[in-house]
């Protein structure tokens, strides 16, 4: 694709900007859908990427590039966040960043992951490989992102005790 830095930048700042607005870490996989739509046909950011690729490849692109680097940035950047919700003060050394998914190991040899509520199986068992894995790891905690998949209490309940059998404690919902 043979688009100019500049227009690149321009789409991907106001996509960032409206991704912000949207609170979109918390939104549902539905409402994600109904705006990538939105966005495809917006003369701002669909007919846009349409004038330099084929447009039926500009909902991918959004999704895939555009979106993807916002949630990834995104979720790393709330790694002070995330240890505060644990109660965990940012001043611990980071010994290693972990991404897919973002998870920390600190000097005092906790394993932190976090995510988005799809993602839990996924968490949980960073969370105790990498514990595992660690010389230096002593516990792992995770802090679940909520959007819209464990927002049923027995789901929550069924997390909660597959985080107890993995010996990750605690798990946090983040809403």
């Known amino acids: 694709m043979n688009m100019p830095e500049e227009i690149r930048r321009s789409i991907k700042e106001a996509l960032w ?4 607005d949207l609170s979109w870490l918390t939104m549902s996989d539905a ?6 739509e939105q966005w495809t046909r917006a003369p701002e950011i669909g007919d846009k990427l349409g004038h330099f690729m084929d447009p039926r490849a500009v909902r991918v692109y959004i999704k895939d590039t555009l979106v993807k680097d916002y949630a990834r940035e995104r979720l790393l950047e ?6 505060r919700a644990l109660n965990i003060s940012p001043e611990h050394t980071i010994v290693r960043k972990y991404i897919k998914p973002h ?11 976090w995510g988005n509520s799809r993602d839990w199986k996924h968490l949980l068992m960073a ?3 990498r514990q ?3 010389s230096r790891a002593k516990a792992c905690s995770v802090v ?13 309940e069924l997390v909660r005790d597959a985080a107890a059998r993995l010996g990750v404690d605690p798990i946090v919902w983040w809403e």
């Open 103 to 113: 998870g920390l190991l600190l000097s005092d040899g906790r394993v932190v992951c």
């Open 17 to 20: 900007g409206k991704l912000d």
């Open 132 to 134: 595992r894995a660690s």
């Open 144 to 156: 679940v992102i909520e959007n819209g998949k464990t927002f049923d209490l027995d789901m929550r």
């Open 31 to 36: 409402d994600h859908s109904n705006f990538y």
């Open 78 to 83: 709330s790694a002070d966040q995330v240890l």
């Open 127 to 129: 969370a105790f490989e």
